[in-house]
Nanobody
Framework: QVQLVESGGGLVQAGGSLRLSCAASGRTFSTSHMGWFRQAPGKEREFVATIAWSGGSTFYAPSVKGRFTISRDNAKNTVYLQMNSLKPEDTAVYYC???????????????WGQGTQVTVSS
């Protein structure tokens, strides 16, 4: 079972950038699809971006496409989320997760991390 720890969150002004990291432990990271999700206060958790185990395919929510970039370094057992042009509506707790079946199906992801807070001020 993959253990995930998110980091890199913080407070940033609108238009700024942050890079989130998710460090994984376990033997199955390199063969697991990885994803980022977020949950804002009073809202349900939503899909942000995913990346296939090979790193060759990615999938983004329309709200972040063109602004966020997901990547992974299997040698370091780490997945990243580069967030540019941040907006106040991006404020949320960001979680990483793993899937063994599909990088395009948000419902296939489990092994959740504990999350890192991102706050974007206007």
């Amino acid at each position: 079972q993959v253990q995930l720890v998110e980091s890199g969150g913080g407070l940033v002004q609108a238009g700024g950038s942050l890079r989130l990291s998710c460090a994984a432990s376990g033997r199955t990271f390199s063969t697991s699809h990885m994803g980022w999700f977020r949950q804002a206060p009073g809202k349900e958790r939503e899909f942000v971006a995913t990346i296939a185990w090979s790193g060759g395919s990615t999938f983004y929510a329309p709200s972040v496409k063109g602004r966020f970039t997901i990547s992974r370094d299997n040698a370091k057992n780490t997945v990243y989320l580069q967030m540019n042009s941040l907006k106040p509506e991006d404020t949320a707790v960001y979680y990483c997760a793993a899937s063994r079946t599909s990088f395009r199906d948000p419902n296939s992801f489990g092994s959740w991390g504990q999350g890192t807070q991102v706050t974007v001020s206007s």
